[in-house]
């Protein structure tokens, strides 16, 4: 059955994670995890969508989106220029996102 053009089209963890490789460009051996989590964090959405990858070197980057993963689309996933600020840097001391 056809869905109405203006709902999202759902999505999957494999999605996410095409999705991501497409707009970072990595490659097929770079590692990309996707997790539909719940928070615990009061004032958090109670499920949020998390996504991790590492490129060459050992780099950790990632981001968040405020929603089940079932209910991410292409548009939730940040735009390259973005990517310095994506670096998972310890200690920054932000458990929130």
Excluded: I, N
Aim: hydrophobic share 40%; net charge negative.
């Amino acid at each position: 059955m056809l869905q109405p053009f203006h709902q999202p089209a759902r999505s999957s963890s494999e999605q996410v994670e095409s999705w991501t490789r497409d707009r970072f460009d990595l490659s097929s051996d770079a590692v990309v995890v996707v997790a539909d989590v719940r928070c615990q964090v009061p004032g958090c959405p109670p499920r949020e969508t998390l996504v991790a990858f590492w490129q060459p070197g050992g780099v950790r980057y990632r981001y968040k989106v405020f929603k089940p993963v079932a209910e991410v689309v292409e548009a939730d996933v940040p735009v390259k220029w973005l990517l310095p600020s994506l670096e998972d840097v310890a200690g920054l001391g932000c458990e929130c996102c």
